[in-house]
């Protein structure tokens, strides 16, 4: 292997790596995942560090020396289903040694895969919104207001983020929203309990995959990620109570 093709299994690698950091990975598998197709290409030495914005690889052969690869990490789209696609793909890597075209191909046909759409993401927002509060003891038109206003999140939270990046205020904002809209449909009548619309309406905005991934990246043994997953939880919690505060204090 030369020091080109060298550099070319790592870009993959780094792709695969990062893409499955957005989608929901935890650190610790893609770690592996870029040591394993690293060295199915017949390096002889792979140290990858990652953290939850940014991935370092510094991969090893006799033949080309030592090649360094930078990926700067930036949001988060969970995917699960494109996480499960990226995993049998480096599985495949390894397993058959795919070619640099091969992998490039592949990539490029996950990302093109079928997705969710805007209209059924809407359908999504309303039926968890909708389901917890009734859930949580809310009448049915508790549950007709918590998904009607599931549907206007969806619409501010898709508006937000084309321009902002920025979870927090993200966060706030819609929280905010979110509290206002449901004291506003009980005082038109739509509903009986705000604080049970409120309920359906904030467990769209609960990080609960990076508080999940926090802890298991804790018990991994990957203390630096865990702990900035776990405070960056934790403050968008803290955000998302504000705003549901602050909407209180306003209406």
Known sequence: MNRIEAEDRLYCAMTIGEQLLVSGAEVNRVEDTIRRICMAAGMERVDVFTITSSIVTTVYGRDFGSCTQTRRVSGMAYDLNRLDELNRLSRRICA?????????AELAAIAAGP????????????MISGSFSIFFGGSWGDMAAAALIGILLKLLESALRRGSHNALMTGLICSGAGGLLARLAVQIGLGMHADLIGIGNIMLLIPGIAFTNSLRDLFSGDTITGLIRFLESLLLAIVIALGFTIAGFLL
């Open 96 to 104: 058959q040694n795919l070619s640099h075209s091969q992998i490039c």
């Open 115 to 126: 997705r969710y759409s805007f209209g059924m993401q809407l359908l999504i927002y309303a």
